[in-house]
């Protein structure tokens, strides 16, 4: 007898001040109202979504939903990844987030894309259609494992504010707000090689996706499908263009985009549209990879493009 398909939930309780588990009780009764199947696991320890499914078998399964910042579906991704019948799992299973977190830069980029307003209803609302699109990842090669991102990779600024600013995670999304404040008035330079060309930067950042959190627009010519990352950096010069670029990121108005898509930067720092590029760290700063720590290293990123099913116009 055949096994009904469902999906399969996973709620981090410690996730965005413990609101999670609140966002998942907003998008509950809109899958149950659309009779939607599904199977709850709340999250023990980390890695507890890794752990499950990388080993478990997901043959009843069509798609997987996150009710965490951007930490679980990483997670989930990379598990997902890691599996030897990762070709199959990627053509069979859809990704759905709830945003539960403080970031919340995945499930802002599918509301925007399918033009609804970033909230737990309108997210159940797209995975209780079912509608479905295919994005990209990108392909970080390092010395020791691959990784797949599905947002961003940060180095020196931005790194410092996502990973430096973990220990307010009680202040939900002001955290970065108010720890970026802080590391724009002292700032470091951080010196690293971009593509074999070693150069100081202030600034790295390199995107999938359009927002690298709900509130901010960081890379506005980004697209979930055009097979390409958004790289974005300012070398170690005047002061003031770091301050400058931080405070117009918030609406995307540090660029100008013309009708064929071609981006301006308004300022000094570089925009670029790449399918690959290497970035080997110098300075002993951590990467931010979608938000989770990795130690500082040599990465080749390689754009995947339409791999992955997401819940989304």
């Known amino acids: 007898m055949d096994i009904p398909k469902q999906l399969l939930v996973f709620v981090n309780p410690a996730s965005g001040k413990g609101h999670a588990v609140k966002e998942w009780n907003k998008a509950k009764p809109i899958l149950d109202k659309f009779n939607v199947k599904y199977q709850v696991i709340m999250t ?3 890695n507890h979504c890794f752990d499950y ?5 997901l043959s009843n399964i069509y798609g997987i939903v996150l009710v965490s910042g951007d930490g679980l579906p990483h997670e989930a991704i990379n ?3 890691a599996r030897q019948d990762w070709e199959k799992i990627f053509q069979s299973i859809t990704i759905g987030v709830l945003p539960g977190g403080s970031g919340n830069a995945f499930a802002k980029t599918l509301t925007k894309q399918s033009q609804l307003e970033c909230n737990s209803e309108s997210c159940a609302l797209l995975i209780a259609k079912g509608i479905t699109r295919q994005m990209d990842l990108i392909l970080l090669e390092m010395p020791q494992k691959k990784v797949v991102s599905f947002l961003s990779l940060a180095y020196a600024f931005i790194s410092e504010v996502d990973l430096g600013s973990e220990s307010l995670r009680f202040l939900g999304g002001a955290r970065f707000d108010i720890y970026g404040t802080w590391r724009a008035l002292f700032q470091k330079k951080y010196s690293a090689k971009y593509n074999n ?18 509130n901010y ?4 010519a980004a697209k979930i499908d055009d097979g390409f990352i958004d790289v974005q950096y300012l070398e170690a010069g005047d002061w003031s263009q770091l301050v400058k670029l931080s405070l117009k990121q ?8 013309d009708e064929q898509g071609n981006v301006r930067p308004k300022g000094n720092w570089k925009y670029e549209k790449v399918k690959e590029y290497t970035f080997e760290p110098i300075t002993n700063c951590p990467l931010s ?11 080749k990123a390689t754009v995947l493009n339409k791999i992955l099913k997401v819940f989304c116009y």
């Open 44 to 46: 023990q320890y980390q």
């Open 53 to 57: 499914l990388l080993k478990e078998d």
């Open 79 to 81: 598990a997902l990844y």
């Open 197 to 214: 060309q070693q150069m100081m930067f202030r600034y790295f950042l390199a995107q999938k996706i359009p927002y690298i959190s709900d």
């Open 217 to 220: 627009l960081s890379a506005p």
């Open 250 to 257: 918030y609406d995307g108005s540090h660029v100008e985009i």
């Open 289 to 299: 990879i979608d938000g989770e720590r990795y130690p500082p290293q040599p990465v």
